[in-house]
Every structure is written in structure tokens, then in C-alpha cells.
């Protein structure tokens, strides 16, 4: 069993500057400067907990490479990148970068390309590409929330081109919509994307339900909008009544994980309540169908997460469940997020779960 990582000291200088959480700094409205939410510091803690707990001695390193103008442009315009090459913002006033953004934002995209090849080539069982900055917000013209390039979008289309893999299932457990993967594959019957959010987030009215592909990809767009409080009994369900059914009704040669861990307990960018177990069992069950339905192929790209402290211990997890780790890293939060009230599939939940199972039908086999 060998599990590729992914991880370069540059995703840490990705730049996103001087704010007030998500807003430009501005004294005059009482904005004191402090840091952008999407910082390095959380990424930056998994890999060194990665490194310090050994972790990293069970993992096999894959370097990752600058995606290409003609990897980037299958998904993006060219207008897109030249603003990239040569802005400040991805496009919609809330995804900053520094000088250098785009090389970095290459290296992200070409983090999860190599993760993904070297999975499909059989170079290792199954990879974790922790990188940054994210990418599933991002759409063809333009980036958003945080967001550059659309790294997950960017890898499928890679190993479709030039490995010849057909059906990809793209799952998205970040709190937030993965409308930009969504968008980029609307059209296409063999491409599934699943996304698991808290309902009506980020994007403002983005992840309905009712939204589910376009045309001859009509259904292979699937969105679980699930309410604010939902905890790990109501994920569980979820991912067992919905994401995996999916999956195996769809039957895709590789799984991609949009791996965010902003569902987590103290995240500052939304209302759920995911412990470091939750995130385990959740990647558990989709490691799991991807062994029954696709060989085991499947590949985890880091998403969202704001919370330095915590998502080191929810990443490592889903790490460990990767990489077969029988003997994981204990929680040391377990005691105060685990056995906290409501942890429990809810009835509002169960409900909402309910009618994301109506979708499973129009799913193209
Ligand atoms: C801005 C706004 C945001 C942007 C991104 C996220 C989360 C992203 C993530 C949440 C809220 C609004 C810049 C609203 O973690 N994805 O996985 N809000 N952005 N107004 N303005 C001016
Ligand atoms: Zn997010």
C-alpha cells in the first residue's frame, strides 16, 4: 500500500496579505489590519504534524510540477491567466495574491495533477495533494473565493487527455459549494460532481439542490445543501445514503476529494461541527468505494479550513485513513468536539438527506 503526498514550501508563500479576515483592512470602518482567513498557517501546520508525528516516513513524496499554459487552458480563458499573470486579485475582489501568485497557483494545480497521474500510472495505490491556494470556487474566466485556478478541474482534465481515463467522480466535502469544479463539468455525463455544504454559504445562492447539470450532463451534477449544526452522525448519513450511492451508481475510474475542512467544530468560516473522527469515517467510506468500484484509484486535494489549530488533527486523520494507518494519532481535542449535543444525525438533517437521495435516479450510469 503506498500513498502519494504531495506538499512544496512555496504553497506557504502564497501571499494573501494584510485583512480583516475576508475584507481589505480599513481602519476608517473600524477594520483593523490583521490576516487574510486563508493564510498559511493551517496548511503549513498539517504538513509540519504530518512531518513531526512520522507520519510522512509511511508516504511516498511526489514532487509536484507547474501546471502548463496548455494544462490551464483546457479549463480556464486565456484572459483568465494573463490577469492572473499579471493582477493582484483573482477576479472578484476577494481572492488576493502577491507577486509570484501565479507560479504558485501553478504549482498548486500541477500539485493535484501529479497526485492524480501518479495514481492513475499505478506509481502509488492513492494520494493527498496539500496544497494551496484552493481551487474548487474558481471558474473558467475567473477566479473567486479564495480560489486561482481550478486545480481539481485542471487535473481531471489532464488525466483525461493524456491517460485516457473516461469517468471521473469529483466529491467536494469543503463547507463551501464546489461551484467552480460544478460549472466546468455541467455539460458532461462523465463527469459526476458531488458537493456537501452547509446550505447557502458560499457562494451566496450557490448549491441548491435543484441545480444539476446541463444538457447531455443533465444529473451528473449532484448538491447536498445540509443545515447549519450539521455534525458527524449527520455527515455520516449523508456520505451513506448519498455520496457513496452515487458513486456506485455512476462507477468512475478515479475519485477526487476536494478535501476542506472549514465543516470542521471551530471553523470560522461556517456553522458545522465535523471532528478529526467525522473527517476520518467520511474519507473512510469514500476510500472504501473507490476500492470496490475503481481499483482504490482515488486522490485528496486540500480545499478550505481556517483553523490553524484543528485541521491539522482532521487532516492527518484522513491522511492516516489513506495510507491504511491502523494506529492513529489520537485526537487531543476528542473530548471537548466528539461528545458535544447534537453530534447526532438531527431530524431537520435526516430531512434534508432525504431529498438529495431523490437526485440518485437521474445519475448517468
Ligand atoms: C467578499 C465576500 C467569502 C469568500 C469566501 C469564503 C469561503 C471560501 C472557502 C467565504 C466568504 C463577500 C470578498 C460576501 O473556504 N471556500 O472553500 N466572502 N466574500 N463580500 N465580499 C466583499
Ligand atoms: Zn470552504
Known sequence: MATGYVYHELYGWHDTGTHA???PADPRRGLQPHRHFENAEAKRRVHELVVVSGLIDRLTRLRPRPASDEEILRVHTAAHLARLASGSDAGDGGSPFGPGGLDIARLAAGGVIAAAESVVDGEVDNAYALVRPPGHHALPDTGMGFCLLANIAIAVAAVRATRGVRRVAVVDIDVHHGNGTQAVFAAD???LTVSVHQERVFPPDSGHRTERG???????AVN?????????????????RVVVPALERF?????????GYDAGATDPLARMMVTASGFRAIASSLIEAAGRLCAGRIVFAHEGGYDPVYVPFCAHAVIEALAGVTEPLPDPFSPNFDFMAGQDLQPHQEEAIAAAEALLADIPG
Open 21 to 23: 479576515g475576508l475584507l
Open 189 to 191: 455525463p462523465d463527469v
Open 214 to 220: 446541463e444538457g447531455a450532463g443533465f444529473g451528473s
Open 224 to 240: 447536498v445543501p445540509l443545515p447549519p449544526g450539521t455534525g458527524n452522525g449527520g455527515y455520516a448519513a449523508a456520505m451513506a
Open 251 to 259: 462507477a468512475p475510474d478515479l475519485v477526487i476529494v476536494a478535501a
